[in-house]
């Protein structure tokens, strides 16, 4: 019976320990995918900051 029992906890805690595997993927993945994007927009500031540089907005008829 001991074994039977310990059996059952050791597949228990294979169990747990997948679905905290799965879940950390995810978390990863889905972090990944923010810097990602946050990398991006910051990318798109700085071009719109370096195309502002050289036009002057106060006199848009020159």
Do not use: C, P, W
């Not at 997948?18 to 990318?43: M, P, T």
């Not at 502002?52 to 848009?60: E, L, Q």
């Amino acid at each position: 019976m001991v074994t039977l029992s310990r059996f059952k906890g050791q597949e228990k805690a294979e169990e747990e320990l997948g679905k905290f595997v799965e879940i950390r993927d995810a978390e990863l993945k889905a972090a990944n995918e923010e810097i990602i994007a946050a990398q991006e927009h910051a990318q798109s500031l700085e071009q719109a900051l370096e195309y502002s540089k050289g036009h002057d907005k106060t006199n848009i008829y020159k």
